[in-house]
């Protein structure tokens, strides 16, 4: 168990889970994009670690490049995506994978495809690592997952409470009273 702030939370997935997970997503889009060149999106803050240790994986031609998005304030969707910074990556007629740590409503996906302009691009998939079906709302449904999970909130491995916990190796559920 770990605190942070005034919550607790239990381990729910472990580093050794998290990491095998990661190697089996980033062999599934090598051998979908076996001869292609890809272009990453990561989404800011959280899918920084889960997109360094996915791209250890990849062995295609590829790119990287970031966007930060904000939709959270402590443990609950704010129900908007404000853009904080944008892409300077030219995208038209690429196949581009956008990286997330987690897929909850959908809103912060349906936000960037739309940003990305998508009608331009060749392909756009979405790869996260962890999603919870039971709060989707959204347009885009992952492609890709590593966990599906319930929900419930969860830190750890880039996932934040109050920007707290994003540096533990595994990720933990927030423990009910």
């Not at 940003?115 to 790869?127: A, F, N």
């Amino acid at each position: 168990m770990i605190q942070l702030n005034d919550k607790s939370f239990d381990v729910f997935i472990q580093e050794k889970e998290i990491l095998k997970e990661i190697s089996d997503l980033a062999n599934r889009i090598n051998t979908d994009y076996k001869g292609q060149e890809v272009t990453f999106i990561a989404i800011l803050n959280g899918a920084f670690m889960f997109a360094a240790d996915l791209l250890k994986s990849i062995t295609i031609p590829c790119e990287i490049s970031f966007v930060k998005v904000s939709s959270y304030h402590g443990t609950v969707s704010t129900g908007r995506v404000d853009e904080l910074i944008g892409l300077n990556t030219d995208l038209e007629n690429k196949h581009v994978i956008i990286l997330e740590d987690i897929v909850d409503t959908g809103i912060t996906i349906d936000k960037i495809i739309t940003l990305l302009g998508s009608e331009s691009l060749k392909s756009v998939k979405v790869c996260t690592l962890l999603y919870k079906p039971a709060s989707f709302l959204g347009k885009k449904a992952p492609d890709y997952v590593g966990f599906s999970i319930p929900n419930a909130f969860v830190v750890g491995y880039g996932l934040d409470y109050d920007e707290k916990g994003r540096n533990f190796r595994e990720i933990y559920q927030l423990k009910e009273d």
